[in-house]
């Protein structure tokens, strides 16, 4: 089982960017958390990271049919990228869209989600447990589908 993790703009600042709010951890330090989970679970990870609405979109496209699932952080984009959505919409695969903070507690142009209803669901304000909690979830998700 090979599960995609894709994250968007500024993500590539944990660590660095509002500490208080987005957590301590680096995206590479989350990213081999999910590493050490991925292989107690028997499961591939397979990680991409852009500043770039149209890279990530690339991205969902190529992999589409050779992921079994996708967990994104779309950063920002969340909030009014229907280019996204519409990519994500076509997708054929479990997706589960992850948030570091509770956005629906923040500013009001974060509380509304513009992806997540083209998601299978949403985990967000958990800081970086949301990801762990959304490979967990997409495995578990994956394996009843094969029942
Ligand atoms: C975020 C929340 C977004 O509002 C913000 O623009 C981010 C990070 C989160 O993980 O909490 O870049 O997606």
């Not at 050490?36 to 969902?60: C, P, T, W």
């Amino acid at each position: 089982m090979k599960i995609l993790i894709l994250n968007g703009p500024n993500l590539n600042l944990l660590g660095e960017r509002d500490r208080s709010i987005y957590g301590l951890k680096s995206l590479s330090e989350i990213e081999n958390c999910l590493v050490s989970r991925a292989s107690e679970l028997g499961v591939e990870v397979l990680f991409f990271q852009s500043n770039h609405e149209g890279y990530l979109i690339d991205k969902i496209q190529e992999t589409a049919g050779k992921v079994d699932g996708l967990i994104i952080n779309p950063g920002a984009l969340t909030h009014y990228s229907y280019t996204l959505r519409d990519a994500l919409a076509d997708l054929k695969i479990p997706t589960i869209e992850v948030h570091l903070s509770n956005i629906f507690a923040r500013e009001a142009f974060r509380n509304t989600t513009i992806t997540a209803p083209v998601c299978t669901g949403l985990i967000a304000g958990f800081g970086w447990r949301s990801y762990l909690t959304a490979l967990e979830l997409i495995v578990s998700i994956i394996n009843d589908r094969g029942k």
